[in-house]
Nanobody
Framework: QVQLVESGGGLVQAGGSLRLSCVAS????????MGWYRQAPGKQRELVAF???????NYADSVKGRFTISRDNAKNTVYLQMNSLQPGDTAVYYC?????????????WGQGTQVTVSS
């Protein structure tokens, strides 16, 4: 199993920025891709972005050009830099890891971190 712990959420005004971090522990040698999902109140959970072990990235259309995902394999950490935040980005953000070859990664989940964007 892989354990994931997120940090960096909080309250920010529209137009502001936040950086989420997620540290993996446990069976980290099994991790392939890592990613971020989010779930807003009353809405389904959606994929935000993911990054493969080799550094290839994929983004939801709603965040392209505003969010950047990156990972530091030496630190077992994945980041989500969020710029130009909008109230519609308000959600609980979850870090995920994939232990197989398929994408997006969703084998292991963190506990989530709240991001709130005020207008």
């Amino acid at each position: 199993q892989v354990q994931l712990v997120e940090s960096g959420g909080g309250l920010v005004q529209a137009g502001g920025s936040l950086r989420l971090s997620c540290v993996a522990s446990g069976s980290i040698w099994r991790i392939n891709a890592m990613g971020w999902y989010r779930q807003a109140p009353g809405k389904q959970r959606e994929l935000v972005a993911f990054v493969t072990r080799g550094g290839n990235t994929n983004y939801a259309d709603s965040v392209k050009g505003r969010f950047t995902i990156s990972r530091d394999n030496a630190k077992n950490t994945v980041y989500l830099q969020m710029n130009s935040l909008q109230p519609g980005d308000t959600a609980v953000y979850y870090c995920t890891a994939g232990r197989g070859g398929g994408n997006p990664p969703n084998d292991d989940w963190g506990q989530g971190t709240q991001v709130t964007v005020s207008s």
